[in-house]
């Protein structure tokens, strides 16, 4: 009879400390957020599209979801009437440093969650001038699209950038 109350105890008191572990850490949360904004530049030799994404969430997780292979992919497109048409391939970013010290092209983590500032540049007259006329400007808009390393993804559009580059 005390050899089972042993047993019992120990197994009363193993279910009680994984119960315990169990309330002590939290999973990581899904992310459901996602917003971007484009802003357009111009200079003597290249137009360029800067591309913020962030997606909020507490460090912990961002730098998780960094670690198991999430990635943001970056398309561009030019607002017409009819059609929008991509003006570039589909741009890839994701947790892999550059080799300068930069904050622009690559994932990054912080308080905040998940950053991407992206820098996207082409010589001047390329692929961000998507009107036939050059005097009938450019509307320009991008998709950041949010891929973790399960492959679950979420999307956001930026605003439209109107000017000629």
């Not at 010290?101 to 692929?127: Q, R």
């Not at 036939?132 to 808009?141: A, C, L, R, S």
């Not at 950041?144 to 439209?160: E, Q, Y």
């Amino acid at each position: 009879m005390k050899a089972s109350r042993k047993i019992r105890s120990i197994a009363l008191t193993g279910v009680g400390i994984a119960t315990a572990l169990s309330f002590s850490v939290a999973p990581a949360e899904a992310n459901t957020s996602i917003s971007a904004q484009l802003q357009m530049y111009k200079t003597a030799t290249v137009s360029g599209a800067n591309v913020q994404v962030k997606l909020p969430m507490s460090r912990y997780d961002a730098q998780g979801y960094i670690n198991n292979g999430a990635r943001i992919e970056v398309t561009c497109y030019g607002d017409d009437e009819y059609f929008d048409n991509q003006l570039f391939p589909t741009r890839v970013f994701n947790g892999t440093k550059p080799t300068t010290p930069t904050l622009l092209n690559y994932l990054w983590a912080d308080d905040a969650g998940v950053h991407l500032f992206a820098a996207i540049e082409f010589p001047i007259g390329a692929e961000f001038n998507e009107d036939v006329f050059p005097d009938n400007g450019d509307e320009i808009y991008c998709k950041a699209r949010w891929i973790d390393g399960d492959g679950a993804s979420i999307s956001a559009f930026t605003n439209v950038a109107k000017g000629t580059f």
